[in-house]
C-alpha cells in the first residue's frame, strides 16, 4: 500500500513558468511534510517542509501548500529556472514511535527548458 | 556541513557474492537509514537503525541485513547478490527526534551480473 502519492511523474515546463507536483497521502497521523531535491549523481537534499498546522510555507521561489481536510499537499515552484531541473520527492513521517522514518512519494522529474 | 560519506560510487559484482555497502557520517547521528532507488519505485526503505547494534526492517529488507557496530557507521550486507539487486544504494542520516531532516550520501549504483 502506498502512502503516499505523487504526481506527476514527468513534468516539462519553461523557464520562468510555474512548476506544480502534488502529493496525496492516507495516513492521518503523518504530521510533517518535507520535499527533497535530487539532482543527477548526488543524493536527495531538504528543500522545504511544512508541518499541518499551516497552510501554506515559502521559501524564495518555492511554496508548500498544505490541505489537511483532503490531505493532499504541493510543491509549486515560482519562475522556474534551468537549474530546478531535477527529480522531487515528497515525503511524509508520523509522530510517535518511528517517528523518524520518512515515506517518500516516487518521485517527479522536472525538466525546465529555456 | 553533515557530511555522509559511501564508500563506493559505483560497483560491479557477480551473482552469488557477498557484498557490502558501507556508509559513515560525521555528525554523530543516532539514526541512519539505507534506501534503494529504483525508476518509478521512488526511494524505499530496506533497514534502519536508531542507535548502535540496533536495527530495524524497512518496507523490502528480504536479501538483505545490516550491521551498526559504531554510532557513525551502517553497513548494508547482501549476503547472496542477485541481479534484481542491481540498483542505487541510498544511505541517510538523522539526529534523533520527530520530523528530523535526512542527510543523503551521494549513492552507490550497484550491478549485480
Known amino acids: 500500500q502506498q502512502q503516499v502519492k505523487q504526481s506527476p511523474q514527468s513534468l516539462i515546463v519553461q523557464k520562468g513558468g510555474i512548476s506544480i507536483i502534488n502529493c496525496a497521502y492516507e495516513?492521518?497521523?503523518?504530521?510533517?511534510f518535507p520535499w527533497y531535491q535530487q539532482f543527477p549523481g548526488k543524493g536527495p537534499a531538504l528543500l522545504i517542509a511544512?508541518?499541518?498546522?499551516?497552510s501554506e510555507k515559502k521559501e524564495g521561489r518555492f511554496t508548500i501548500s498544505f490541505n489537511k481536510s483532503a490531505k493532499q499537499f504541493s510543491l509549486h515552484i515560482m519562475d522556474s529556472q534551468p537549474g530546478d531541473s531535477a527529480t522531487y520527492f515528497c515525503a511524509a513521517s508520523r509522530g510517535g514511535a518511528g517517528s523518524y522514518q520518512l515515506t517518500f512519494g516516487k518521485g517527479t522529474k522536472l525538466s525546465v527548458i529555456p | 556541513d553533515v557530511k555522509v560519506t559511501q564508500s563506493s560510487r559505483y560497483l560491479v559484482k557477480r551473482t552469488g557474492e557477498k557484498v557490502f555497502l558501507e556508509c559513515v557520517q560525521d555528525?554523530?547521528?543516532?539514526?541512519m537509514f539505507w534506501y534503494r532507488q529504483d525508476p518509478g519505485l521512488g526511494l524505499r526503505l530496506i533497514y534502519f537503525?536508531?542507535?548502535?547494534?540496533?536495527?530495524e526492517k524497512g518496507d523490502i529488507p528480504e536479501g538483505y541485513s545490516v550491521s551498526r557496530e559504531k554510532k557513525e557507521r551502517f553497513s548494508l550486507i547482501l549476503e547472496s547478490a542477485s541481479t534484481n539487486q542491481t540498483s542505487m544504494y541510498l544511505c541517510?542520516?538523522?539526529?534523533?527526534?520527530?520530523?528530523?531532516?535526512?542527510?543523503f550520501g551521494a549513492g552507490t549504483r550497484l550491478s549485480v551480473l
Open positions: 495516513n492521518t497521523a503523518f504530521d510533517y
Open positions: 541517510a542520516s538523522s539526529p534523533g527526534g520527530t520530523g528530523n531532516i535526512q542527510y
Open positions: 511544512i508541518r499541518p498546522d499551516v
Open positions: 537503525s536508531y542507535d548502535v547494534k540496533m536495527k
Open positions: 555528525m554523530d547521528h543516532e539514526n
